[in-house]
């Protein structure tokens, strides 16, 4: 017999994998885990006809030849498969795209690449096949791609996952019923989490970074925390979000994590308490622990954690157009027309910025007749500026609520550099690597 399986407690992307694993490989027979995350118990009950699914315990007395393993390449997160398979030996091929984790299942040979879901990189296997696929299949699968890349919006989204959801909208696969599974939280019990979650947050900065944390205790175990804990990242926008769960009776601990900044790796983070995930969700189950003092201690460890933000002396330009304030307008002009510029700081003698100065401002002296006054006359002050350990959330707010196009940075009043609306859309299109 061949199989194929995911990992323990399987998730939208590891059931999207699957069913395009049936697809290109007909003989291979699926394994179901016995655990499904709520968020994906849905997709998996409407479509269980589509899997037809085995379970561990079906396949222990199967001579096991072939083995495809999706989304995972750690070991411990597939022994319950492991533990019903006789042959010591069965050629295991690895298909993931968690390229950060390093593959300690024996004898498997590891292939994917660096996509947002593991679902693309198959699809894309099965379009360069020339396969095609039933709308129910591409609907799981384009779920699949949507719930592991936020929609097509965490920064580890590629090309390849945008081209696997067009193709599979071409095979007929339904936004309505996407839209409807991606909708996770639905019970009465998650709506009385995320009111308790709002209730119990705090916003921290570490290292330049806006961090969201939350602690609380459960009676038990809430089925779909994840959905929750996704709808809070949603409504604060964090740049990452800890959700602490503490279960007092059983003593464990449910540690949820997401992020939107290459910066904070969940992944690097989250590891280190046996958790599994990616950089942007990634979280951990803990046992023989308190809760509270799991907590501190978590809170402390991301004070070294997390490397630093990026800040505006990053990347500000250091070669700064300015004016003088005694310069006449009819010069500023001159100026802003030799550097094609719209506007330019103000300095004064002791290279202190004093003011900024638009075309704007000098059309209201051209419109008076005032060219030969003084710049500092009709400049704007005081300029808005910002420091040079400024963040790019404050960057960005400086430019939104004073519609500034350009921002100086200053230390002691003094000019340093510059930051234009142009640098920082640069800056958020790239990756802070």
Not at 321 to 349: C, R
């Amino acid at each position: 017999m061949n199989i194929a399986f995911s990992h323990s407690n399987m998730d939208m992307d590891c059931l999207g994998s699957l069913i395009l694993v049936k697809k290109l490989h007909p003989d291979y027979r699926l394994v179901a885990s016995g655990l499904v995350q709520p968020a994906a118990q849905n997709l998996y009950s409407m479509y269980s006809g589509h899997f037809d699914f085995l379970y561990p315990k079906d396949i222990a007395d199967e001579e096991i030849e072939n083995i495809i393993i999706v989304d995972t390449c750690v070991a411990a997160r597939v022994s319950e498969f492991f533990s019903y398979i006789r042959n010591p030996n069965p050629n295991i091929r690895v298909i993931d795209h968690h390229q950060l984790e390093n593959c300690d299942i024996l004898g498997a040979k590891r292939e994917g690449a660096s996509v947002g879901a593991n679902t693309s990189y198959l699809v894309k296997l099965a379009m360069n096949n020339g396969l095609r696929l039933e709308a129910e299949q591409a609907t799981i699968a384009l779920t699949a791609i949507y719930a592991d890349t936020g929609r097509l919006t965490y920064e580890n989204v590629t090309r390849d996952d945008f081209e696997a959801s067009a193709w599979l909208l071409d095979m007929g696969a339904s936004l309505k019923l996407v839209k409807s599974f991606l909708e996770t939280v639905k019970e009465d019990r998650q709506y009385e989490v995320l009111s308790r979650l709002l209730q119990a947050r705090k916003k921290l900065e570490i290292q330049g970074h806006i961090i969201l944390t939350t602690y609380l205790e459960l009676e038990e175990n809430v089925p779909g925390l994840a959905g929750v804990v996704d709808k809070i990242m949603e409504l604060e926008n964090p740049d990452a979000y800890f959700a602490v769960f503490f279960i007092p009776k059983t003593k464990t601990v449910l540690l949820i994590a997401r992020s939107q900044k290459p910066k904070i790796d969940l992944h690097e983070i989250i590891h280190e308490y046996g958790g599994g995930g990616h950089q942007a969700a990634a979280s951990a189950k803990i046992t023989d622990q308190e809760g509270a003092v799991f907590y501190e201690q978590f809170l402390a460890r991301l004070e070294w954690a997390l490397k630093p933000a990026t800040r505006a002396a990053d990347i500000m330009k250091r070669n700064v157009h300015t004016v003088g304030e005694t310069m006449t307008l009819m010069e500023a002009s001159m100026m802003l027309e030799k550097t094609d510029l719209s506007g330019l700081p103000v300095i004064n003698a002791e290279n202190e910025v004093t003011g900024f100065i638009s075309l704007h401002d000098i059309m209201k002296g051209r419109r008076t007749g005032n060219m030969k006054l003084m710049v500092k006359a009709y400049m704007t002050k005081p300029a808005i500026c910002a420091a040079p350990v400024a963040t790019m959330r404050e960057i960005e707010r400086l430019m939104v609520r004073h519609h500034a196009g350009r921002i100086p940075i200053v230390e002691d009043k003094r000019l340093l550099g510059i930051i234009t609306r142009w640098d920082y859309l640069e800056y958020r299109k790239k990756r802070e690597t």
